[in-house]
């Protein structure tokens, strides 16, 4: 089986290369630069996957469903449904993207129309993005956050004791919440989580593989706020 992760630096394709680091896969790595993935003749989404098998070719995106694909593949870096920790695995893997990022992505959209808005103007967009981060989007990022540090102040992983790639998804836009919330120092045990993270070898592998730039992606996020 040959795989081939077509990968853009501090995007979320980043879970998928620290994914094939923890499942020990070998595996092509093409890394895009922004310029480059933003030509219009080479429109890429990133993670894209492909896997060719037995003179067959599939090709993947979105990174729920990467990771899904490839552990089942490996049945490994999951829980099974006979498990405890079965309900939350499920639920967590699927808020990463479902209901955590989306947050994260409006502040995000506020933030690239200010910028964008002409400055004799630009006040009232501003003005916009400021009103909307505290009257919806901080608030509904506090709950969340408040959901992942009770449940986080009780187990070590997401799925309880056992690592999975729930932890994998959420890592993102944890990460970039982690910037984008003012108050995310309020949550210690989302801190030491992170940290947990950090400190797993196939991570810090993933990174230094995938041109990871820590300033360059608190510097994209810390800016919403």
């Given at each position: 089986?040959?795989?081939?992760?077509?990968?853009?630096?501090?995007?979320?394709?980043?879970?998928?290369?620290w994914l094939l680091e923890e499942l020990n896969l070998n595996y092509d790595l093409i890394i895009y630069s922004k310029n480059t993935a933003d030509k219009p003749n080479g429109q890429m989404?990133?993670?894209?996957?492909?896997?060719?098998?037995?003179?067959?070719?599939?090709?993947?995106?979105?990174?729920?469903?990467?990771?899904?694909?490839l552990c089942q593949l490996e049945q490994k870096i999951m829980v099974q449904p006979a498990d405890s920790s079965y309900w939350n695995f499920c639920f967590y893997k699927n808020f990463a993207d479902a209901g955590f990022m989306p947050n994260l992505a409006l502040k995000q959209v506020f933030t690239q129309i200010a910028q964008q808005t002409p400055w004799p103007v630009r006040f009232v967009s501003l003005a916009f993005k400021a009103a909307f981060n505290q009257g919806y989007l901080?608030?509904?990022?506090?709950?969340?956050?408040?959901?992942?540090?009770?449940?986080?102040?009780?187990?070590?992983?997401?799925?309880?004791?056992?690592?999975?790639m729930a932890d994998i998804l959420l890592?993102?836009?944890?990460?970039?919440?982690?910037?984008?919330?003012?108050?995310?120092?309020?949550?210690?045990?989302l801190e030491q989580y992170l940290k947990q993270i950090k400190s797993r070898p196939a991570f810090q592998s993933a990174l230094q593989k995938g041109h990871w730039s820590a300033e360059e992606f608190q510097r994209y996020w810390q800016i919403t706020q």
């Open positions: 089986m040959n795989i081939t992760l077509h990968h853009l630096p501090n995007s979320r394709s980043q879970r998928i290369l989404k990133f993670p894209t996957l492909h896997i060719e098998q037995n003179s067959q070719s599939q090709t993947l995106t979105e990174s729920s469903a990467v990771a899904e694909y901080n608030p509904e990022l506090e709950k969340q956050l408040q959901m992942l540090m009770s449940h986080l102040q009780q187990n070590t992983w997401l799925a309880g004791n056992q690592f999975s890592w993102f836009p944890l990460q970039a919440c982690a910037y984008a919330y003012p108050q995310f120092s309020d949550y210690p045990a």
